[in-house]
């Protein structure tokens, strides 16, 4: 079955930087998009940016330009490079997985698989 399992959480001071992967396996990575999500503590999960299969990337306004999604098709694993980082980024981050392949428009919701999270916590 498809697993996706996220790394590199935690503890920051406000303005470092954090890197975020999201290794997957049971099926061909490489023709689907992914995507980063966040939680904060009684809020709604958010959805913060996606990669699509040709390398497109896509952010919400609150990280546009600070932080970048890639992937590595060679190693199954998606990252989210987090940098100039905030005390309100505090958050749960999930890496979530599209299961059509060669999708062409931007996906921003309804992901079918879904990582178990990793908390980022940034200290002011």
């Known amino acids: 079955q498809v697993q996706l399992v996220e790394s590199g959480g935690g503890l920051v001071q406000a303005g470092g930087s954090l890197r975020l992967s999201c290794a997957t396996s049971?099926?061909?990575?490489?023709?689907?998009?992914m995507a980063w999500f966040r939680q904060g503590l009684g809020k709604e999960r958010e959805f913060i940016a996606t990669?699509?299969?040709?390398?497109?990337?896509y952010y919400s306004d609150s990280v546009k330009g600070r932080f970048t999604i890639s992937r590595d098709n060679a190693k199954n694993t998606v990252y989210l490079e987090m940098n100039s980082l905030k005390p309100e980024d505090t958050a749960v981050y999930y890496c979530?997985?599209?299961?059509?392949?060669?999708?062409?428009?931007?996906?921003?919701?309804?992901?079918?698989?879904w990582g178990q999270g990793t908390q980022v916590t940034v200290s002011s």
């Open positions: 979530a997985g599209d299961s059509e392949p060669y999708r062409s428009t931007w996906k921003t919701r309804g992901y079918d698989y």
């Open positions: 049971g099926r061909s990575f490489s023709v689907y998009a």
């Open positions: 990669i699509n299969w040709k390398s497109g990337t």
